[in-house]
């Protein structure tokens, strides 16, 4: 096992608190947008820079507790950091268009699961479910290039992909939190 691999294991178990509110944020964001399907576009804009912004600051604290300890946290400075621009850029033009909307969500979903793909593979030897990190990344960026190809189908159609997009990778996030908290407490008690 590498250092980088023990490192990002040590950095996920102490992190494990901001991978849960990362997934309920996430859970949060679906269940709103199932429950108002006749939400105006402009609603939809801020209720996704919402979520993008939070997601965004919840990674960049997690990137800036393990900067110390882990090489390759900028990774995730990174992811945090584009779904801040993203969120930030989103509010300041609530006009946007949907196709737009569209290619915000694409590429951030196609830049957050490439995040998440490549810390999954390098804890994969170091612990147990990493699959599930896996399987949100490549459903996060399957998700972005599904957006890419179809953007004509516009933000509203594209609406319940979105909110059980959204519900998929939270659930996928909240039980990788419980799991990365048990490792927590066996790194507590060594």
């Known amino acids: 096992m590498d250092a980088v691999a023990t490192r990002a294991g040590e950095m996920l178990a102490r992190g494990w608190s901001f991978l849960l509110l990362r997934g309920l944020a996430a859970i949060a964001f679906g269940i709103l947008t199932l429950v108002r399907p006749g939400i105006s576009l402009t609603a939809l804009v801020l ?3 919402a979520y993008a912004i939070t997601d965004g600051v919840l990674a960049t604290m997690a990137a800036m507790s393990a900067r110390k300890e882990q090489q390759h946290w ?7 950091l584009l779904g801040i621009g993203i969120g930030i850029y989103t509010i300041a033009n609530p006009g946007v268009t949907a196709l737009a909307l569209v290619f915000y969500i694409a590429i951030w979903a ?6 998440e793909i490549f ?3 390098r804890l994969r030897q170091q612990i147990q479910g990493e699959w599930r990190l896996i399987v949100a990344g490549v459903v996060s ?10 953007p004509g189908a516009g933000a509203l159609t594209v609406l319940g992909i979105i909110a059980f997009y959204a519900l998929f990778l939270g659930i996928l ?4 939190a419980f799991k990365a908290r048990g490792w927590s407490q066996r790194l507590a008690s060594v």
């Open 47 to 49: 209720l996704f820079a």
């Open 74 to 80: 900028w990774l995730l400075l990174l992811g945090g």
């Open 110 to 115: 196609i830049g957050t699961g490439l995040v």
């Open 119 to 121: 810390f999954a593979i």
């Open 141 to 150: 960026v399957a998700f972005g290039v599904y957006l890419l190809a179809r």
């Open 173 to 176: 996030l909240v039980l990788l």
